[in-house]
């Protein structure tokens, strides 16, 4: 990375294209009036550049437009979109930029961008996540692509932390350049986690939640709860919260946190009590057991549950009656039958992907109560590091970090050690 580092100290990238300056290359986006730029990065050899973070928008207005077979020989003529500077966020910088541009406004653009990409579904790579499961917790990585950019994404779910001080869900994510295979950003996402569920709840609730209610039942009022809270209010206008957690903490920690976001918020007795009358219901609970935190006299025919907390084998959260006399949504069927409230259901109990409602190939139900049984997919993850990225390009949100190997000869790794102390 010296150059780079060089680029950063002044020295002009060779041969310099049209439109760059200091670094940086602009285009005017002609729909839309919008300026796009993008960093210029000279490395390995001259005359190679390379343009880091290019946006596929960006991408499209470069004349000449690059070439996947242009990377093989990095012209200096040519503009090669290779990601080669990789970008970090580390957790002060995510929970600043949340902070500072409101966690509501990002859950809705997340899931306008989520809808986007639920509508291209097909094209992405679908496979359910690799799980390694123990007594206490499970520990998944889950990569998918669509052809331009890869991700995965590191979680764990860990029920019983919270006793020791740890959060049940932690994450980070990682996102490469498919034509190169280097990684272009890395994120945590224990935050962009709570952040995307927020946003996949918001997107299943605009296509399967009735509309004319304004009060949501939560039942369990941990980590996630408060985004859930702000991505439904988003979609829906829920102002009015009715919820519940076995630990009091819990709650009152709930309460604090939303009391100054404008919500009417009622603490409940029992999980009963929240959801009694209540046409929306949030279950977001964790416990390494297939719980029945909500029983199936308890909810208010024709409801709408948005379920997450059931999302591995043994995990779940429903009286499965309520499953069963529901029309019950997923996000991949394969990966729910395994992990999610289905699982305690015949192999072919039916169900319908979301993307299919998105995309108009399937109705939005049938009258029935419904489930949407989140379990969280690998797609929501892309999107969310796509969306990140995006937004925090070129911001003091990102910097970054040496984390590839890349050396003037790309065949001279060992280079790359100096003067090694003999053996
Ligand atoms: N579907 C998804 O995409 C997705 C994404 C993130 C997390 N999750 C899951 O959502 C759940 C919540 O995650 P979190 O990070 O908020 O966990 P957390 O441990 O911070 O909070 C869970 C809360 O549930 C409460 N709880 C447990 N049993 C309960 C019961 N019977 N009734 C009422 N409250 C109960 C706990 O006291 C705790 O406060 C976890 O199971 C997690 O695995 C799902």
């Known amino acids: 990375m010296q150059a780079l580092d060089a680029l950063r100290d002044g020295a002009p990238a060779h041969p310099e294209p049209a439109g760059q300056r200091g670094g940086r290359l602009t285009r005017i986006n002609p729909q839309s009036g919008e300026q796009l730029s993008v960093e210029i990065v000279k490395i390995g050899h001259a005359p190679t550049l390379a343009v880091a973070m290019c946006s596929p928008e960006l991408r499209n207005l470069l004349d000449p437009a690059p070439q996947i077979d242009r990377l093989a020989g990095c012209p200096a003529a040519g503009l090669i979109p290779t990601l080669m500077a ?98 272009t950003f890395i994120s945590e996402m224990t935050l962009l986690t709570a952040l995307r569920t927020a946003a996949t709840s918001a997107l299943a609730a605009r296509w399967l939640a009735p509309r004319d209610v304004d ?13 859930q809270a702000l991505g439904m209010r988003a979609q829906l206008g829920i102002s009015k919260l009715r919820v519940f957690d076995v630990d009091p903490a819990a709650t009152a920690k709930f309460v604090r946190n939303l009391r100054g976001l404008g919500f009417g918020i009622e603490v409940a007795a029992s999980a009963a009590d929240a959801v009694r009358d209540t046409r929306i219901i949030t279950t977001c609970t964790a416990d390494k057991a297939n719980a029945a935190v909500l029983q199936f006299a308890d909810v208010t ?18 009286d499965p009656r309520i499953v069963e006399e529901a029309d019950v949504f997923v996000e991949h069927t394969e ?51 796509a969306y990140v990225r995006e937004a925090v390009t070129g911001t003091r949100y990102a910097e970054h970090i040496d984390l590839i190997a890349g050396p003037d000869d790309p065949k001279d790794l060992f280079g790359m050690l100096g003067a090694p102390v003999p053996a």
Request: charged fraction near 20%.
């Open 215 to 227: 009060t949501m039942a939560m039942i369990g009022a941990g980590s996630q709860a408060e985004f």
């Open 335 to 385: 990966q729910t039958r395994i992990e999610g409230e289905i699982q305690r259901q015949a192999a072919d109990f039916p169900v319908t992907e979301l993307w299919r409602v998105i995309r108009g190939e399937a109705p939005a139900g049938s009258g029935r109560t419904v489930v949407f049984d989140s379990v969280g997919f690998a797609i929501e993850d892309f999107t969310a590091l």
């Open 86 to 183: 990789m970008l970090f966020v580390n957790v002060q910088n995510m929970a600043r930029w949340v902070s500072e541009t409101g966690p509501e406004a990002i859950i809705s653009g997340m899931t306008e961008a989520l809808e986007r990409n639920f509508r291209r579904w097909p094209e992405f790579d679908r496979t359910p996540r690799l799980a390694a499961h123990s007594p206490v917790g499970v520990i998944e990585l889950m990569p998918t692509t669509d052809g331009e950019a890869y991700t995965f994404k590191y979680v764990n779910g860990h029920p019983g932390n919270p006793a020791h001080g740890l959060q049940t869900v932690t994450a980070f994510g990682v996102m490469a350049d498919v034509y190169t295979g280097y990684p």
């Open 301 to 318: 025919p024709g409801a709408y549950l948005n379920a997450i907390g059931g999302d591995c084998p043994g995990k779940t959260e429903l």
